[in-house]
T-cell receptor, first 115, second 110 residues
Framework: NAGVMQNPRHLVRRRGQEARLRCSPMKGHSHVYWYRQLPEEGLKFMVYLQKENIIDESGMPKERFSAEFPKEGPSILRIQQVVRGDSAAYFC?????????????FGPGTRLTVT | GENVEQHPSTLSVQEGDSAVIKCTYSDSASNYFPWYKQELGKGPQLIIDIRSNVGEKKDQRIAVTLNKTAKHFSLHITETQPEDSAVYFCAAGEAQKLVFGQGTRLTINP
């Protein structure tokens, strides 16, 4: 049973470019969460999505960041016009249902470096 | 919103000794308290969790205690082994959201 998959594992972007991070949840899981981890810090909640719905985006920066979880395919975290401060590890987690939200299983992360 | 404080930030113990990591939280509505282990270059891995209706939970060498009145919870690792070396994060959860502590870098010295 494959776990949460994220790609790419490492992503390098120049300032001003766009970054697209993909997350495929565990089989049978329909809820996805994105977290950001700055170096030497804990994970910070960004957004919680179900298929075709954003449930809670209270942790998302107001500009340049967006997330989606389409009916088919992986969840996408999109960062437009990246800046050096966006350099971080981005993790997604999935859970089986709203009632099972506490069972969050994390992927290996995407490490974004902005040059 | 919820705020989680974790101490210590670094912890070094001799192999075979016990390690204790402590966390406090601010929101009394939080009802779920997991602990994650993160190894270098990997995602966090859930190692143990506790719900607000339970005071203590044990799984082999690891245990978690929760004091809801004082709003703090702790991770205990006994008979530590070199493979326990990692960064450990506590978190408090409520309404589909986890708020993480800052992490504790645990080093087990042989």
């Amino acid at each position: 049973n494959a776990g949460v998959m994220q790609n790419p594992r490492h992503l390098v972007r120049r300032r001003g470019q766009e970054a697209r991070l993909r997350c495929s949840p565990m089989k049978g899981h329909s809820h996805v969460y994105w977290y950001r981890q700055l170096p030497e810090e804990g994970l910070k909640f960004m957004v919680y999505l179900q298929k075709e719905n954003i449930i809670d985006e209270s942790g998302m920066p107001k500009e340049r960041f967006s997330a989606e979880f389409p009916k088919e395919g992986p969840s996408i975290l999109r960062i437009q016009q990246v800046v050096r401060g966006d350099s971080a590890a981005y993790f997604c987690a999935s859970s089986p249902s709203a009632g099972g939200w506490y069972e969050q299983y994390f992927g290996p992360g995407t490490r974004l470096t902005v040059t | 919103g919820e705020n989680v404080e974790q101490h210590p930030s670094t912890l070094s113990v001799q192999e075979g000794d016990s390690a204790v990591i402590k966390c406090t939280y601010s929101d009394s509505a939080s009802n779920y308290f997991p602990w994650y282990k993160q190894e270098l270059g990997k995602g966090p891995q859930l190692i143990i969790d506790i719900r607000s209706n339970v005071g203590e939970k044990k799984d082999q060498r690891i245990a978690v205690t929760l004091n809801k009145t004082a709003k703090h919870f702790s991770l205990h690792i006994t008979e530590t082994q070199p493979e326990d070396s990692a960064v450990y994060f506590c978190a408090a959860g409520e309404a589909q959201k986890l708020v993480f502590g800052q992490g504790t870098r645990l080093t087990i010295n042989p």
